[in-house]
């Protein structure tokens, strides 16, 4: 009797270590995988912050006037110039700007803000038909003002224009994978303090 109450305990007394082993090891195991989850989508964030360049080209004609009045205007000295302009715009979105954080107890990528769009405008001007004023004749000055004006108007363009939304596509795109991969490992990606419950709704981040 005594012999079967000390193998009856010895079973016990084994069976608590293999819970006790199991529960460990499943602990670590689980650790393991949260780890390996939170570095491959620190990864893949990585892998997108980078420059999301969209490029156009726009010509136009411009007339430059300038005109300076002398005594009350009884006189007056204008001179007139024909400008082309074949300009290079680029909208720019620097990713390695994108704040984020990961919460890996929580299993949640969180968005604080997104980077702005950089218009960059290089144009390149050809003038004809310099007509100097009597009292009124071109200087740099002329030149740097007619340069600042026609990148104006280009920025004017492309706000009206469809660069700047394809821009923003191109942004959402590469946010997009973020979002699939998180989803699949079942992590949650929150923006704004929501969280994204299908890709189509990442699409609001520039609204």
């Keep these: ?51 999301i360049v969209t490029e156009a ?21 204008q001179k007139t110039a024909v400008v082309i302009s074949n300009a290079k715009a680029q909208v720019i979105y620097d990713l390695k700007n994108l704040e984020y954080s990961i919460d890996s107890e929580r299993k949640e990528i969180v968005f604080s803000k997104l980077p702005d ?20 004749t071109f200087e740099a000055k002329d030149f740097n003002s007619m340069k600042q004006k026609i990148s104006k108007d280009i920025e004017r363009q492309i706000r009206n224009s469809d660069i700047l939304k394809n821009a923003d596509e191109r942004l959402l795109i590469e946010l997009t994978r973020i979002f699939v991969l998180s989803n699949s490992m079942g992590w949650t990606v929150v923006y704004d303090g929501k969280s994204v419950e299908n890709a189509t709704e990442i699409t609001e981040f520039k609204d």
């Design 117 to 136: 769009a950089t218009i960059n405008i290089n144009p390149n001007l050809n003038f004809y038909q310099l007509d100097n004023g009597i009292l009124n």
């Design 57 to 77: 080209s726009y010509g136009k004609i411009y007339t430059y006037e300038n005109t300076k009045s002398y005594g009350w205007d009884y006189f007056s000295s």
């Design 1 to 51: 009797m005594k012999n079967l109450k000390t193998l009856i305990l010895g079973a016990l007394m084994m069976l608590a270590i293999v819970l006790i082993y199991d529960y460990i090891k499943g602990y670590r195991t689980e650790q393991a995988n949260l780890i390996a989850q939170t570095e491959l989508i620190e990864k893949e964030v990585q892998s997108v912050s980078k420059l």
